[in-house]
C-alpha cells in the first residue's frame, strides 16, 4: 500500500487523476486555470472544480511549436502541445490570465486553433499593487462570476462565494503549516516531495486536497528528510513543476528551506476574508499575497520577504531559476544578483528550458556552487545556517 506521500508523487505525474474523473462523472466540471492570480474561489462556488494546468507528461513541443515562436517559453509549447493532442479534452472551460505575454498567446491561439472547450474567458490581473488595481481586480472577479453564471445557467451566491472562501482558506492554512515545518534544524518534507503535493492538491477537488493535506501532516509527525551538511536552499522561481529537478538538486545536497514558487508560496500566502463584501476580500488577497515578477511595483517586498526568510529558515544560499526567454525572470534575475552581491550572500543563477534536460551541466554549476557555500563556511567571515547574522539587514 502506498504512502501519502507516494500517493502525492502519483497524482502529480499525470495530466488527469480519479479524484477528476470521478468528480467529473457525478456532474461537476473541471475548469482549468493558468496562474495564482486566478480566483479559485468563483469556479468553486458555481459547483466546478478548479485545475491548475501544467505539462505533465508532456512528449515535447513538436505540435505547439507549429504554433508559437522558438522564442516562447517551453512552459506554453508544451502545453499547447499537449492542447492539440487533446490531453486537456476533459476541461470544461480554461480561464487564462495576461501573466505575461507568452501565456497571453495561449488562450489566442487556443481559440484560433478551434479547440472544442466549452468555456474560455480571459481575467486580466492588474500589474501593478494599489487600491486602484484591487478595485479593477475586483470588477475582473464580477466579469468572471457573471461569464460563468451566464455559461452554466446559474447564479453563484455570496454565500456560496463565503462557503469556498473558507474551504480554500483551510487548504491554504494547512499548506502554510506544512512549510513553516521547514523552519526547523530537522526539515520533515522534502523540496521535490512539496513540490509533488503542490502539484497534486491543485489537481483534485479542493475538499480531497484538505483530506490529503491532513494526511501529509500526519505522515511526516516526527520525520527528517535532511541530511548532516546540506546547504539550506531558498527556491525562487516562476512556473516548475519537475520534481526530478529538485531532486537533482537534493542529490547535490541540497535541502530546499524555503521558496518563492508559482507552485509554492504564492499559491498559498494570505486569507480571503469572508465578511462584507466578498469579491472585495477576494481581490484584497490575490493582490496582495507574496508576488512574482509580473507585479512591477512590488520588487522590494519580495527582496524583503527573500532576506526574512533567509533569516527564519536559517538559509545558507539562494538559487533563482529563470525559463529561457522569460523576460519577467531575466530581470528579476538581474536585480536580485546585484542585490546580494551587495550583501555577500550567496545566490546561484540558473536558466534552464521546461523538461529540458541538460542535467549534466545544471549537476555541474550547483555542485561547484555548494563547494564555494562550503568553502566560505570555513571561514570566520560567513554565518552558515544555524548561525545568528546573515548579514541581510
Not at 502525492?8 to 480519479?18: K, M
Amino acid at each position: 500500500m502506498m504512502t501519502i506521500l507516494e500517493t502525492t508523487r502519483q497524482l502529480a505525474s499525470l495530466t488527469h487523476n480519479e479524484h477528476l474523473m470521478s468528480a467529473h462523472a457525478s456532474g461537476r466540471r473541471i475548469i482549468g486555470y493558468f496562474c495564482a492570480y486566478i480566483p479559485e474561489e468563483i469556479i468553486h462556488a458555481a459547483g466546478c472544480i478548479p485545475y491548475r494546468m501544467r505539462a505533465a507528461q508532456s512528449t515535447g513541443t513538436t505540435l505547439g511549436d507549429t504554433w508559437f515562436s522558438s522564442i516562447n517559453c517551453t512552459f506554453v509549447r508544451h502545453v499547447f502541445d499537449k492542447v492539440l493532442r487533446h490531453d486537456f479534452d476533459f476541461l470544461d472551460g480554461v480561464v487564462f490570465m495576461n501573466g505575461c505575454d507568452h501565456l497571453r498567446r495561449v488562450y489566442d491561439n487556443w481559440r484560433f486553433a478551434g479547440v472544442s472547450t466549452p468555456f474560455l474567458h480571459m481575467f486580466i490581473t492588474p500589474h501593478v499593487i494599489n487600491d486602484n488595481a484591487r478595485s479593477q481586480y475586483r470588477r475582473e472577479c464580477l466579469k468572471f462570476k457573471e461569464a460563468l453564471e451566464k455559461h452554466l445557467g446559474t447564479v453563484i451566491t455570496d454565500q456560496a462565494l463565503q462557503a469556498s472562501i473558507r474551504l480554500y482558506n483551510r487548504k491554504r492554512a494547512l499548506l502554510q503549516e506544512i512549510y513553516e515545518l521547514r523552519k526547523g534544524i530537522t526539515i520533515p518534507i522534502k523540496g521535490s516531495e512539496m513540490l509533488a503535493l503542490m502539484l497534486a492538491v491543485t489537481a483534485v477537488p479542493v475538499e480531497d486536497a484538505i483530506e490529503i493535506l491532513q494526511q501529509i501532516l500526519i505522515e511526516i509527525k516526527g520525520r527528517d528528510a535532511s541530511a548532516p551538511g546540506d546547504i539550506r536552499i531558498f527556491l525562487a522561481a516562476g512556473h516548475m513543476e519537475e520534481i526530478d529537478h529538485l531532486e537533482l538538486l537534493e542529490e547535490c545536497g541540497a535541502t530546499i528551506a524555503g521558496d518563492n514558487l508559482c507552485m509554492g508560496l504564492r499559491h498559498f500566502d494570505g486569507q480571503a476574508s469572508v465578511k462584507g463584501d466578498v469579491l472585495g476580500a477576494l481581490a484584497e488577497r490575490y493582490v496582495g499575497h507574496i508576488s512574482c515578477p509580473r507585479m512591477i511595483n512590488d520588487f522590494q517586498r519580495r527582496l524583503d520577504h527573500a532576506k526574512a526568510t533567509c533569516r527564519d529558515y536559517a538559509i545558507d544560499a539562494i538559487i533563482l531559476e529563470k525559463m529561457k526567454f522569460c523576460d519577467l525572470w531575466g530581470g528579476e534575475a538581474f536585480i536580485w544578483r546585484n542585490e546580494f552581491k551587495k550583501t555577500g550572500f550567496p545566490i546561484l543563477v540558473l536558466e534552464r528550458e521546461l523538461y529540458g534536460g541538460s542535467t549534466g551541466q545544471i549537476r555541474t554549476r550547483v555542485q561547484a556552487f555548494f563547494e564555494q557555500v562550503r568553502n566560505r563556511q570555513a571561514h570566520d567571515d560567513f554565518v552558515p545556517a544555524a548561525g545568528k547574522d546573515y548579514r541581510l539587514k
